[in-house]
């Protein structure tokens, strides 16, 4: 005698229609991986700030929030994105409330980078999109990669910011820096995460080059007073976008690009 076995149909995953994102690398994800604007309730105020977004035109038109309770509840999200620096009692209570919540990777590398993109893919069901934009931007990077001039030394670079700090291993920066085809001075002298230095530090160790940002909010002329500072004088200085260098998106790819451009043109007019 043959059984009929019951058929069993497997539910396919909900694709979210009414997403909301509390950070800028999300911002830009999604602006890019998305085409159905529609369903993008809202990104963070963040995503139209020149200084520090990379998605300012595509962003304009999208509903923005900040990381208000009320204001995020208004717009009935059925996902909402955070990262782990997110305040946890926003993200307590819309779990609490029913509200899927999409928590991203802590950024500490390309790599980190890469599986957040591919995270928000699978979340907002643009897998293939997702995969394309990590695609992108490991080719953009390796096209970088290929200008660099073979032969050449290899310059040893110091990130300095504002007000007086360095970069060393577990950040995107050392990783920008090393995938440029150059060395992360403080990461090679044991630095880890963020550190404050001093003038003195740098001098002591003498990079061949120091890398800065162009986006000093809290400090605007700390690049024009290092270039007026004395222990600077004979220092090659590079200066890159901060929207580059900072972000949190596929377009810290962008970043290495414009330090191989200014490492080995620094380089070869030193050689000049």
Not at 79 to 86: M, P, R
Not at 123 to 152: D, F, S, W, Y
Not at 157 to 184: C, Q, W
Not at 253 to 263: G, M, R, S, T
């Amino acid at each position: 005698m043959i059984v009929a076995l019951p058929v069993v149909c497997l539910a396919k995953p909900t694709c979210p229609k009414n997403i909301i994102s509390l950070t800028l690398a999300s911002d830009e994800i999604l602006v890019d991986i998305i085409s159905d604007r529609k369903k993008i309730a809202a990104l963070t105020y963040l995503s139209t700030d020149p200084g520090i977004s990379n998605v300012v035109e595509k962003a304009r038109g999208i509903p923005q929030v900040q990381a208000n309770l009320e204001q995020i509840i208004s717009k009935s999200p059925d996902l909402v994105i955070v990262a782990d620096h997110t305040n946890p009692n926003i993200r307590a209570h819309l779990e609490a409330a029913g509200i899927k919540v999409l928590l991203l990777h802590e950024i500490v590398s390309l790599e980190s980078i890469k599986k957040n993109i591919e995270l928000i893919g699978v979340g907002v069901c643009e897998e293939t999109a997702a995969e394309n934009l990590v695609k992108e931007m490991e080719t953009q990077i390796a096209n970088a990669r290929a200008k660099i001039p073979p032969h050449i030394k290899t310059p040893t670079v110091l990130f300095y910011g504002a007000p007086g700090f360095t970069v060393g291993k577990r950040s995107t920066i050392n990783d920008i820096i090393e995938s440029s085809g150059a060395i992360n001075l403080p990461a090679r002298l044991g630095l880890s995460r963020y550190s404050n230095i001093s003038i003195e530090y740098v001098i002591q160790n003498n990079p061949d080059l120091v890398l800065t940002s162009n986006y000093n909010p809290s400090h605007p002329d700390f690049v024009g007073q290092m270039f007026k500072n004395p222990a600077f004088r004979d220092k090659k200085i590079i200066v890159v976008a901060g929207k580059h260098l900072d972000a949190a998106s596929h377009y810290t790819a962008q970043a290495v690009v414009d330090l191989v451009n200014l490492i080995f043109r620094a380089e070869n007019n030193a050689d000049r």
